[in-house]
């Protein structure tokens, strides 16, 4: 039910809406642990910024040696 107050319906109904804010308001949200991140992810990680350096790099100018 939306939460704009109905002219035509009983005082119930539209009291109804704001109660159910007040339930999920008591909910506890779930506790969030930090987590170490393992090693072959940190390695992915390190895998793939090095790809994107290389991509990056080479759209750079060429160096003149002269």
């Not at 035509?8 to 987590?35: D, L, M, Q």
Request: include cysteine.
């Amino acid at each position: 039910m939306p939460d704009v107050s109905l002219s035509h319906a009983p005082a119930e109904a539209n009291a109804e809406p704001s109660t159910c804010g007040v339930r999920a308001a008591a909910i506890r949200p779930a506790v969030r642990r930090a987590t170490k991140p393992t090693k072959a992810s940190k390695e992915r990680r390190l895998a793939s910024k090095e790809k994107r350096s290389g991509v990056k790099a080479g759209r750079q100018k060429p160096i003149r040696l002269a």
